[in-house]
Structures are given as structure tokens and as C-alpha cells.
């Protein structure tokens, strides 16, 4: 599982965090988004790794905010199950 936490830090001192555990791309997983929510000018409450992602470096960009990230895991492989005829 692939885990992604994003921080925002504003010159104010005050932080936002987004967190998401993804099991592969492509698919939507829940996102927590903690601290000053309201400062991302959007709900963050679904989405792709990449989504969350995007969505804190355009806010960074959007506001100056110091921007940090962190990735831990892999996304889950998925192996095809292969059927040898004879």
C-alpha cells in the first residue's frame, strides 16, 4: 500500500495535512485532510494519490505556503493469473 501525506505550511504558522493509503493508481481512495481544511479553497474527501498531490502543490503555489511531502510503500501489484493449454 502506498501511503502519501502532504503538509502545508503558511507563513501564519498554521498547517494543513492531507493523508491518503492507495492500493493502486487510478482509483479513488479516502483522503483525511486535517488542520486549517478551509485554506485548500476546495473538499478533499476522495481521490487519487495523484489528486491529492496536485491539490496541495497548486495550493502552495496558489498561497506561498510551504509545501512538504512524504511517500512510504508501493502500490499492491496485481499478478495475472496465466492458464498454460496443452
Same mark, same amino acid.
Given at each position: 500500500?502506498?501511503? *502519501?501525506?502532504?503538509?502545508?505550511?503558511?507563513?501564519?504558522?498554521?498547517? &494543513?495535512?492531507? =493523508?491518503?493509503?492507495?492500493?493502486?493508481?487510478? *482509483?479513488?481512495?479516502?483522503?483525511?485532510?486535517?488542520?486549517? &481544511?478551509?485554506?485548500?479553497?476546495?473538499?478533499?474527501?476522495?481521490?487519487?494519490?495523484?489528486?491529492?498531490?496536485?491539490?496541495?502543490? @497548486?495550493?502552495? =503555489? =496558489?498561497?506561498?505556503?510551504?509545501?512538504?511531502?512524504? =511517500?512510504?510503500?508501493?502500490?499492491?501489484?496485481?499478478?495475472?493469473? &496465466? @492458464?498454460?493449454?496443452?
Amino acid at each position: 500500500m502506498l501511503t *502519501v501525506a502532504c503538509t502545508l505550511t503558511y507563513s501564519d504558522g498554521q498547517e &494543513v495535512t492531507g =493523508r491518503i493509503e492507495a492500493r493502486s493508481p487510478g *482509483v479513488n481512495y479516502p483522503i483525511t485532510c486535517t488542520g486549517s &481544511v478551509d485554506r485548500l479553497g476546495t473538499k478533499c474527501d476522495t481521490g487519487t494519490a495523484s489528486d491529492l498531490e496536485l491539490l496541495f502543490t @497548486l495550493a502552495a =503555489r =496558489r498561497t506561498g505556503a510551504k509545501f512538504d511531502i512524504s =511517500r512510504t510503500g508501493q502500490y499492491e501489484r496485481r499478478h495475472l493469473g &496465466v @492458464l498454460a493449454l496443452l
